[in-house]
């Protein structure tokens, strides 16, 4: 199929795609989807068609879907002056006039005649050249509000409403309801209200009609107020905070190789990782040969002994009988996990990365890899920072496994030594998690 076949198929049925998207977007989705369609068939005249050379000139492409010129739909559209250019509608309503106008704050940065930019500071300040790029940058700014005002008055095909909200203290100064005010007063007459008793100032482009014999008019029926019109609007429950298991580490404690340099420690701590990431899935006879090689490409910043050291660190740790499920075939290493769990009485989202996984059929394992010199021999001596990132893994993981044990542990590549966590140690952890 075409690509213009293909998704029209896709947003065409009844059941699916397009209905989708105007269930789950509302009606203004239909545009997009037909500018979309009309892309594919555009495509299809310029270029030989096929899917993927489509989504290539799709992501190359500068297209800007323009909003629908509609009027006759029944809704109200809310937004911004500059949302709102190109459009018209029979009534618009400007209802924040009475905001402080755009440019009445000095600007801090100033262009002078020769083009050279400068911090400007306080006004009284200013030398003659400044004075002059600081007026011509205050007229620029208020132009461009009353631009702006133009803009929006000029939307409106048969009615505009110009209001605002006022306090105890004046409009300020230049505002753009003080501005249509100003202009047209002398032009309005004042009018009772479309609603309610009070009294608004109207401008018409023509004469009102002489007014004839009066009629009757029948009482307009009493409106009844919606409930929710009258009553305070309901608080959001608050967004489900997020916290990375890695974040809880304490840069201090965590930082390995100190005396050897930061550059060097992060380079083999990377190289470790990724060494212990991937030789599981290569042959056992070839994984020493396979190491030396990477290690010689990319650590080369290292010496050859600190390469050695490396790789022979990493090959202890696959050889290590207490490791081996880690690194059985059903293994997965660099898992990302996601998910909700309660941490110090509180719902919070969990999203992290495991550096090994072995899920098997008595209990899931977990293995943190760390390469800190000397490496911790005592639990108590452990950066709580690691031991809060394996409580994280373990309460998203018993959820997905809630069958089965789960067993969390670190792994210190320098001697080689797995240190596994007991149940009440990690549970102690997690309670203890806060908003740090």
């Keep these: 199929q075409t690509p213009f076949a293909f998704y029209a198929g896709v947003l065409g049925r009844a059941d699916g795609g397009r209905r989708s998207f105007l269930q789950r977007l509302g009606p203004e989705s239909a545009d997009p989807l037909d500018e979309f369609l009309n892309l594919a068939l555009d495509y299809e005249a310029r270029e030989t068609a096929s899917l993927q050379g489509f989504l290539a000139w799709l992501r190359a492409a500068q297209s800007e879907v323009r909003r629908d010129m509609e009027m006759a739909r029944d809704e109200v559209r809310v937004m911004t002056v500059h949302g709102a250019k190109g459009l018209e509608a029979r009534t618009v309503i400007l209802a924040d006039t ?59 095909a048969e009615r505009l409403v110009v209001c605002g909200s006022k306090g ?101 701590g990377s190289l470790t990782h990724r060494l212990m990431q991937s030789l599981p899935d290569i042959p056992a006879e070839r994984r020493a040969k396979t190491a030396q090689n990477y290690l010689a490409r990319r650590g080369g910043e290292l010496t050859a002994e600190v390469r050695k050291a490396i ?71 452990v950066p709580e920072g690691y031991v809060m990132q394996l409580a994280r893994y373990r309460a998203v993981l018993a959820k997905i496994y809630p069958d089965r044990p789960i067993r969390a542990a670190l792994i210190w590549t320098e001697v080689p030594d797995l240190m596994e966590l007991s149940e009440e140690t990690l549970d102690n952890a997690l309670a203890r998690v806060t908003s740090a």
């Design 98 to 156: 009475t905001t402080e106008p755009k440019g009445a704050h000095p600007p801090k940065l100033l262009t002078l005649s020769n083009g050279a930019i400068i911090w400007a500071k306080r006004k009284q300040d200013d030398t003659d050249t400044m004075e002059d790029s600081r007026a011509a940058a205050e007229r620029a700014a208020i132009n461009e509000y009353r631009r702006l005002l133009y803009v929006a008055m000029t939307r409106a």
């Design 311 to 381: 790789s022979d660190e990493v090959m202890r740790v696959l050889g290590h009988q207490h490791f081996r499920e880690l690194f059985e075939p059903n293994s997965r290493a660099e898992v990302p996990i996601i998910g909700r769990v309660m941490a110090g009485g509180e719902l919070v989202r969990v999203s992290g990365q495991v550096d090994r996984l072995a899920v098997t059929p008595g209990a899931v394992l977990i293995g943190d890899f760390k390469t800190n010199r000397p490496a911790p021999r005592r639990i108590e001596a």
């Design 168 to 268: 105890p203290n004046k409009i300020p100064d230049g505002c753009w309801y003080q501005l249509v005010e100003d202009a047209l007063r002398g032009d309005c007459v004042s009018e009772s209200a479309d609603v309610g008793s009070d009294e608004v100032l109207r401008y018409r482009k023509g004469r009102m009609p002489e007014a004839g014999p009066a009629k009757r008019e029948t009482p307009a029926a009493k409106i009844s107020l919606p409930p929710w019109l009258t009553r305070d609007a309901l608080m959001d429950k608050a967004a489900v905070r997020s916290i990375t298991p890695s974040g809880a580490i304490d840069e201090e404690a965590a930082r390995p190789f100190a005396v050897a340099g930061i550059k060097a420690a992060l380079l083999r």
